[in-house]
């Protein structure tokens, strides 16, 4: 296997305070060697390889960890968006809509659809998903969709308890049976997470901790949808169980921020979600500042946040969740890795699969300070770089 060097990198990010300053483990004049899809060493710049790649004093960090997403869906909800922004409410009954038109497309256009929102993904400096299932709501077909998830990710998440489909409307339990039962044991061979939307017009506690258990019996981690619309038992169910991760955690109870800082579960915090629904957004500062584990994601989805923008998260959690743009980095990157229970991810040191973006910037500071201006000049993901900027790559 042949060594490759980004070298001359003028602030490199290694999430690792032992390889460098702060937190963030922050080296200056540096270069990252792989050695074929790992990080083999992090030198001063000028280090000897096979081939060195001069990035010219940019900033160099890990990629980004996308730790909750719908990839695999059909359709389009642009419409009820301009609804929501000329002041309708957001509802969960609108996954319904992505629900029809999923179920009507064949597997190839699907997998087509998938592709090319991962390589989006990839663009915006994603070098790893979870995707969950979820639109499809029967048993073949939430089979489907966590089989074309485990084409594109290791952590694929069986979401049948995404929303009561119209076949079950007023037997609830009856649709918890089918998920727990026979939706699941098609849909495990195939993924590593279950998860469940514990909301009001969605799944209760009783409900959401029925599917989870059944999930963990059948060997999968645990994540949850929790505390999106308002106060509820979402984040208490999901640290009871030991989930991994709870996701939006946009209203939180002192109880909730309590048990978020007595756990292992991780608050995954999806701002590009509150933005595009119009909410209010989470405190993440009350969350740091209790000493829990935060993550951001993108929640790319149709219906409540249609972006692959890590970026834009980024700079929506310093601007409004009261992040600084250390935490949100290392939020998006270890954080998410964190949520995923992948050590070996979201972070640059030996050893750790060898993810990393180039910014076309001399720091991760203007990823907030430059919104909405594509910095990504190139990402590279298990040692290969996939993507490079046609403007902002070689580095000028
Ligand atoms: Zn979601």
């Known amino acids: 296997v042949s060594a490759l060097a980004l070298d001359n990198i003028g602030l490199l990010v290694t999430n690792d305070p032992a390889l460098g300053a702060g937190p963030l483990g922050i080296v200056r004049d540096a270069a990252l060697v792989f050695d074929g899809d790992r990080v083999a060493a992090v030198e001063r710049a000028g280090a000897a390889a096979d081939e060195r790649i001069d990035v010219r004093d940019r900033c160099v960090i890990p990629g980004f960890v996308d730790s909750h997403t719908h990839l695999v869906f059909a359709g389009d909800r642009a419409e009820e968006f301009a609804a929501r922004m000329a002041g309708a409410p957001y509802a969960p009954g609108g996954i319904w809509n992505t629900v029809t038109s999923t179920r009507e497309a064949g597997d190839a256009d699907l997998r087509g659809l998938t592709e090319a929102r991962r390589r989006e993904a990839l663009r915006a400096g994603i070098t790893h998903l979870e995707i969950k299932s979820g639109y499809a709501l029967d048993v073949p ?15 694929a998440t069986f979401l049948g308890a995404h929303l009561v489909p119209r076949e079950y409307e007023g037997r609830p339990d009856d649709y918890v049976a089918l998920v727990s039962g026979e939706m699941l044991a098609a849909c ?209």
């Open 141 to 155: 077909g939430e089979a489907r969709l966590c089989a074309l998830a485990a084409e594109v990710t290791e952590d």
């Open 188 to 396: 495990a061979p195939h993924v590593r997470w279950i998860d469940a939307f514990c909301e009001r017009g969605a799944f209760d506690a009783d409900q959401a901790r029925a599917v989870l258990e059944a999930g963990r019996a059948a060997g999968l981690g645990l994540r949850i949808h929790a505390n999106q619309l308002g106060l509820g038992p979402g984040v208490q169910v999901g640290v009871e169980l030991g989930a991994a991760s709870a996701d939006h955690c946009t209203y939180l109870s002192e109880g909730d921020v309590e048990a978020f800082a007595g756990s292992e579960t991780v608050a995954t915090l999806l701002p590009a979600t509150d933005f595009s629904t119009r909410q209010p957004y989470p405190d993440a500062r009350r969350l740091l500042d209790a000493g829990a584990t935060i993550a951001l994601a993108t929640n790319c989805n149709p219906g409540s946040s249609n972006t692959t923008s890590t970026s834009f998260c980024i700079a929506l959690a310093v601007r409004e969740l009261g992040m600084t743009a250390e935490e949100a980095l290392e939020a998006a990157t270890s954080g998410g890795a964190r949520a995923l229970r992948r050590p070996d991810l979201g972070r640059l040191t030996p050893g750790a699969r060898a993810d990393a973006v180039v910014l076309a910037a001399p720091s991760y500071t203007h990823l907030v300070y430059r919104p909405g201006v594509p910095l990504i000049a190139a990402t590279a993901r298990a040692g290969r770089l996939e993507w490079r900027d046609p403007e902002l790559w070689p580095p000028g």
